[in-house]
């Protein structure tokens, strides 16, 4: 079905937000491409010649007839809106219609365009937007926009821009980011007639973010799609905007929205004639792609990305929320790989009240940014779906084959306590059975795991355990009698002080502790421990070190019932994966790997030559 372009009425346009001026090659491939989604299409090629500063897309979208082909170049010529209550209800990427106007201000500008069933069309612009050459053509079905000569008109501006590696690079970088909201897309880059790069599709953001970052592998990364329930207040069919004037949670929740402006996305012709080739989403739903923290990290903080209804998009307040999600889970000065799709109703977004798209105006911020933070938690545990479950038996049989022949001998007839089998029975992380099996130089536990074998470090997984029971019931308790500690600097007092701990004067460079965390009250070194304490660091810093200080040491000698105790409680905790310091817990074996290594797929006639 077409829908014709139209210029849009005065009292719309005076409703839309200035967009800013075309100052970089990257914001005309942006432009362009983001309007072939627009159309529907699959597959986009971009042709760049930076010598001769030509920009050309082809897509496969659904293409426009000769009239609209006409009229796509005018100023506020768009299908996508056609009055004020459409800027309510935006679901296409661009709807301002001034993309082409512009480029053909600053440039040369040819589009060709076919429909299917229908008969080829090339039309040439002049720099009024008006079509002044027109002949048939044969293409595909689908459109090509070729921008050749861009800022011959403004040689000043040009002169202005950076380096075309620079400009070049960014072209990568928003090609990349647009793909990871649209993975089912196909990708193909030239510069130069060569090929520069390509992005295959996928079914999710998942299996596009390693052809993204090459040393992350998809065995790295956890995908969540998760549906939500609707926010309070946030019908679809309620508009939301509240008073006028009034900031919105986002504004009120993110000191640097609004402030960066960056280049409006408009219209490629290709997708004039379908003004909402996405519809709005019938639930709210978040799709969440995280690197593993236990596998990998970045070190600096530029892989947290947020989009919104298939636009990525800057929200200070929900990176902020992503950051403290992987709180102690990571090492020191490492940043999460994460990566948050949200699909709301168009109701609840104000595309239009910045003249730059990104810049996201999102009502009920607190509700996502609660729904973002259970989602992250929910990825990080360890899934029975992160393991092949057609090798369930296999490793179960091999152990106690080999048990029978070894010098050791256990007993598989444990009986849970109560409240472990409650618990695992109310857990809903998915974790299948992980049985203690022995323990391996007082250090390592060793489980059985339908998909293999686990080696468990007791000591982080029990520092893991501790923590979170800190976090969750932090408590100070009184000492009797104190304890004495000497020799203390004013920093280290004041920094006890700062822990909220009782410290007093006891005599000359002596002070007398009263109060400690309850897990370090019945320790024999309690006083070691303060010590450790008094040398800096937050509230949080203080329950890191008291459950390091406090977990059961390596070397220490564990029977089964213990060991399986402490992998109950182990599994249970929010972030399994890694210690509150980001070292990783445990390292599994699965048994495809032992397989492999064992040359179990051979066939064994085969193998002796028979």
């Known amino acids: 079905m077409s829908f014709a372009i139209q210029p849009l009425p005065p009292d719309v346009v005076s409703r839309i937000a200035a967009a ?6 990257a914001a005309v491939v942006r432009e362009l491409v983001e309007n072939s989604l627009d159309a529907g299409a699959t597959r986009i090629v971009i042709s760049l010649y930076p010598n001769l500063w030509r920009v050309q897309v082809a897509d496969n979208g659904s293409g426009m007839d000769l009239h609209n082909l006409q009229v796509c170049a005018k100023a506020h010529s768009t299908s996508k809106i056609h009055n004020s209550e459409d800027l309510e209800q935006i679901t296409s990427l661009g709807f301002r219609g001034e993309a082409l106007h512009s480029l053909a201000q600053l440039a040369d500008v040819e589009v060709l365009s076919r429909q299917a069933e229908s008969q080829g069309w090339r039309v040439v612009f002049n720099q009024q937007g008006q079509g002044c050459r027109e002949e048939t053509v044969a293409i595909a079905p689908g459109t090509i926009v070729t921008v050749s000569n861009l800022f011959g008109n403004w040689l000043v501006r040009r002169r202005g821009l950076p380096s075309m590696a620079k400009q070049l690079k960014l072209v990568q970088g928003t090609i990349q980011q647009i793909a990871l909201c649209h993975p089912g897309v196909t990708w193909q880059v030239r510069q130069n007639e060569r090929l520069w790069f390509s992005i295959s599709p996928g079914s999710t953001a998942k299996q596009i973010l390693p052809q993204i970052l090459r040393q992350v592998r998809s065995s790295d990364l956890q995908l969540l799609n998760l549906e939500v329930p609707t926010p309070q207040g946030g019908d679809t ?80 307040a929900l990176e902020q929320t992503i950051q403290e999600a992987f709180t102690k889970t990571l090492p020191r000065d490492r940043y999460p790989i994460c990566f948050v799709h949200l699909r709301t109703c168009p109701s609840q977004i104000d595309w239009n009240r910045n003249p730059a798209k990104t810049e996201i105006y999102l009502h009920s911020l607190p509700f996502w940014q609660e729904q973002v933070t259970h989602a992250i938690e929910q990825a990080l545990q360890i899934s029975s779906s992160n393991f092949p479950a057609a090798q369930n038996q296999r490793v179960g049989k091999l152990l106690k084959a080999s048990e029978a022949k070894g010098s050791y001998h256990l007993t598989r007839n444990l009986q849970p306590t109560e409240t472990a089998a409650e618990a695992t029975e109310a857990s809903d992380i998915g974790w299948r059975e992980l049985q203690a099996v022995a323990q391996v130089r007082n250090t390592y536990i060793l489980a059985e795991h339908p998909s293999g074998v686990w080696l468990v470090e007791q000591h982080i997984a029990h520092e893991r355990v501790l923590y979170e029971q800190l976090l969750d019931h932090w408590q100070l308790v009184p000492l009797e009698p104190p304890v004495i500690l ?49 040398w800096g660091g937050d509230v949080q810093e203080a329950q890191v070190a008291t459950a390091c200080r406090s977990a059961i040491r390596n070397g220490t000698s ?12 182990w599994r249970q905790t929010r972030h399994p994966r890694t210690c509150p310091h980001g070292r990783p817990i445990y390292l599994p074996l699965e048994e495809s790997a032992l397989s492999r290594f064992f040359r179990r797929h051979w066939v064994i006639g085969k193998s002796h030559g028979i």
């Open 237 to 316: 069919e309620t508009r939301g905007h509240g008073d006028a004037g009034t900031p919105r949670a986002d504004e009120q929740g993110s000191t640097g929205a609004g402030k960066q402006r960056k280049q409006e996305k408009n219209l490629h012709p290709s997708s004039l004639i379908t003004p909402h080739s996405s519809p709005p989403p019938a639930k709210y739903h978040i799709e969440l792609v995280v690197g593993l923290p236990d596998r990998c990290h970045r070190r600096r903080a530029d892989w947290v990305r947020v989009a919104v209804n298939g636009r990525l998009v800057r929200s200070p």
């Open 558 to 569: 564990l029977n089964l019932p213990e060991m399986q105790t402490l992998l109950d409680e």
């Open 486 to 534: 000497s020799q203390l600097t004013p920093a280290q007092v004041e920094q006890l002080q700062r822990l909220n701990l009782d410290v007093e004067p006891f005599g000359e460079q002596l002070w007398a502790i009263r109060t400690a965390p309850a897990m370090l009250q019945q320790r024999d070194d309690c006083a070691d421990a303060l010590v450790e304490l008094s």
């Open 20 to 25: 800013e001026v075309i100052d970089s090659v």
